[in-house]
């Protein structure tokens, strides 16, 4: 049995104490082994967090990791326009080759920024599991279907793929890959192939993941059409339960939020896309106050335009203070619990949290800076003034991904030339 101490640090326990621990891995589980006092504990290699502080990976609970080819392309947009005018066009161009620079370029920058776990919603999804199986990170990924615009074989085609790409990746990468079944939203996945697909995917036990309620440009058709709001449509179709979780969430009512509790149905909270598209705040305390099952995503890095969750969680701590008009809205545990532990918890994940027993997915960040002195409150830390850059060690599945701010599974600086190249000419074939 191999072992990992990862030693001489503190450590964020489940209850969002720290504490001075030294924390065992077995590497062979791929779980903590043992969280016990300093120097009680041994393993045949360490990794060294003093003046650190180990939390559990973070989990970015909707993202689009192959849109890091996007970055900074166009920004300063609405939503709809943003989709249709800009990132629609070039995404069309995209190969599959592209789309693995760009996921292997977003998988670097998340482990770099101590993130362990990730839910995506792409297409040529077999590049993205081939670069998170490299990466060694664990994933929730899918084929996004999107019907408008589209004639109808090719719009059965679309969703079909998605549940077939679903069933086909489900567990691969020694379990590291789950999957979803993906509408891309309510308005760009036609009432017809959602009553038809939502219940086969339903049937198959697979879990649904979906932007939804994302602007207010979206809710008023769907009243308009459906007579309802869109979550009880969703509802409805059968897409809300204790295995869906939505994107955004943003303009929802109060129906809607009993809905989204009575139904277990999650939420991934995108603070920073909804506020770059200015999309609306969504009422995060209230969903938690509910019941709500809420984590934190980054959306894709054309919305962001970063993937760190460690400005996410600022960014989500500041928008649900003003959303709620209360100072104490969105504390920053509540923001760390939804960033750890809620997002693991939408994934279906055995992680975000630092316990005998669960996966050993974990960073260690390095306390020993300016910006992070002194160390009052460690958990504030981390919202309100830690970025990714100071993520010092990345750990997923008890192997060692990120040691000393060097990626091990892959060449960083590789990843980072081959996605330049591929951006530089996607943008290129789009605007020739
Ligand atoms: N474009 C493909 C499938 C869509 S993949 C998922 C899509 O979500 C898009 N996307 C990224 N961020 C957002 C968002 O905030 N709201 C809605 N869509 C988004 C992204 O650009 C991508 O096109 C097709 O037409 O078949
Ligand atoms: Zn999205």
Redesign the pocket.
């Known amino acids: 049995m191999s072992e990992l101490l990862v030693s001489g640090g503190r450590v964020l326990r489940p209850d969002l104490t720290v504490e001075r621990a030294d924390v065992l891995v077995d590497q062979d589980s791929g779980d903590v082994a043992a969280v016990g006092e300093p120097g009680a504990l041994s393993g045949d290699d360490e990794l060294d967090a003093s003046e650190g502080l180990v939390v559990p990976g973070l989990v970015n609970a909707h993202t689009?990791v192959a849109?890091t080819l996007l970055r900074g392309y166009a920004d300063d947009k609405p939503?709809d326009a943003w989709?249709q005018e800009d990132?629609?066009p070039v995404?069309?161009e995209l190969t599959p080759k592209d789309v693995r620079a760009g996921a292997e370029l977003g998988l670097v920058e998340m482990i770099k920024s101590g993130t362990t776990a990730l839910s995506d919603?792409?297409?040529h999804v077999d590049e993205i599991a081939g670069a998170v199986e490299q990466a060694g990170l664990r994933a929730v990924l899918g084929h996004?279907?999107?019907t408008v615009g589209k004639d109808e074989a090719d719009a059965r085609e679309?969703v079909q793929q998605s549940l077939d790409v679903a069933e086909r990746l489900d567990g691969a990468a020694d379990g590291r890959i789950r999957t979803t079944f993906q509408p891309?939203?309510l308005t760009t996945v036609g009432e017809e192939l959602l009553r038809e697909f939502v219940p086969a995917a339903n049937d198959a036990g697979r879990p649904i993941h979906l932007?939804a309620n994302?602007t207010s440009d979206e809710v008023g058709p769907i009243v308009d059409e459906h007579g309802k709001r869109p979550l009880e449509y969703a509802d409805d179709l059968g897409v809300l339960g204790p295995d869906t979780w939505i994107?955004?969430g943003v303009h929802v009512d109060e129906r809607e939020i009993e809905l989204l509790a009575d139904t277990d149905t999650g939420v991934a909270h995108?603070p920073a896309?909804n506020m770059k598209?200015a999309?609306g705040m969504a009422p995060v305390q209230e969903l938690l106050d509910a019941g709500v099952t809420v984590g934190l995503g980054t959306?894709?890095a054309?919305?962001n335009n970063d993937l760190s969750m460690f400005d996410e969680m600022r960014d989500a701590a500041m928008i649900g203070k003003l959303a709620a008009e209360d100072a104490s809205a969105m504390a920053a545990a509540s923001v760390v619990e939804i960033a750890t532990a809620g997002g693991a918890e939408l994934l279906g994940f055995d992680s975000g949290r630092i316990e005998a027993g669960a996966n050993a997915d974990l960073a260690v960040v390095d306390l020993d800076q300016p910006h992070l002195t002194p160390a009052h409150d460690l958990v504030s830390h981390l919202v309100y003034a830690a970025s990714g850059s100071d993520v010092r060690h990345t750990v997923c599945d008890g192997t060692v991904l990120m040691r000393d701010r060097d990626v091990k599974p892959f060449d960083e600086a590789t990843v980072v030339e081959r996605a330049d190249e591929h951006a530089t000419a996607l943008v290129g074939r789009a605007t020739e």
């Open positions: 689009h849109m939503l989709l990132i629609w995404e069309a919603m792409y297409f996004t279907a999107v679309d891309h939203s932007h994302e994107a955004h995108c896309s598209l999309s959306d894709g054309a919305s």
